[in-house]
């Protein structure tokens, strides 16, 4: 997979910590938050808030801190294998105060006995939060894997609403 081509970056606070967002000329390709695992610390961009995804995502970003229904309209271009790219479109029909399992994301990309893989593909999602990868659990209602740690995990899946056991 190749790199992709960010015509913009910047970072932007929230109340779980910095995140860095990065744009190409198509959408946003990347919210991380600093020290997530499968990320890169540099972002070979120049920094520009003002890059029209960019601005977007912030705004749409303090919206959902003020009120985590809120729904993005920011356009998107995550780099991934086509693979990738099927979980991570599953991920963003996952509404807010919702939640799926691996199981289920697996069988709507049509690969039922794929859910290892979904999971590594979710793992690796690079537009957290906007491509709610927080919101699949596991199949007995667990936790489990949030690159960005899953204290903020539990955090964002409360603000959303899900009830946690």
Same mark, same amino acid.
């Given at each position: 997979?190749?790199?992709p081509?960010?015509?913009?970056?910047?970072?932007?606070?929230s109340?779980?910590?910095?995140l860095?967002?990065a744009?190409?000329a198509r959408?946003?390709?990347?919210?991380?938050?600093?020290?997530q695992?499968h990320r890169?610390?540099?972002v $070979? @961009?120049?920094?520009d808030?003002g890059?029209?995804?960019?601005l &977007?995502?912030?705004?749409?970003l *303090? %919206?959902?801190?003020? $009120? @985590?229904?809120t729904?993005?309209?920011?356009?998107?271009?995550? &780099?991934?294998?086509?693979?990738? *790219? %099927?979980?991570w479109?599953v991920?963003?029909?996952i509404?807010?105060g919702h939640?799926?399992t691996?199981?289920?994301?697996?069988?709507r990309?049509?690969?039922?006995?794929a859910v290892?893989?979904?999971?590594?593909?979710?793992?690796?999602?690079?537009?957290g939060i906007?491509?709610?990868c927080h919101?699949v659990?596991?199949r007995?209602?667990?936790?489990?894997g949030?690159a960005?740690?899953?204290?903020?995990?539990?955090?964002?899946?409360?603000?959303?609403?899900v009830?946690l056991?």
């Open positions: 997979m190749k790199t081509a960010f015509e913009a970056r910047t970072r932007v606070d109340p779980l910590g910095p860095t967002l744009a190409t959408g946003l390709a990347l919210a991380w938050f600093d020290h695992q890169s610390d540099e $070979d @961009a120049p920094e808030p890059h029209p995804h960019l &977007q995502a912030a705004l749409e *303090q %919206a959902y801190w003020q $009120d @985590a229904r729904s993005f309209s920011v356009a998107l271009d995550p &780099q991934g294998t086509p693979f990738q *790219q %099927a979980v479109r991920l963003c029909t509404g807010s939640t799926s691996y199981g289920e994301v697996a069988q990309i049509g690969k039922a006995a290892r893989a979904v999971g590594a593909a979710i793992g690796r999602n690079p537009i906007i491509v709610p919101r659990i596991g007995d209602g667990s936790l489990t949030y960005g740690g899953l204290p903020r995990k539990e955090e964002l899946l409360r603000r959303e609403g009830l056991a």
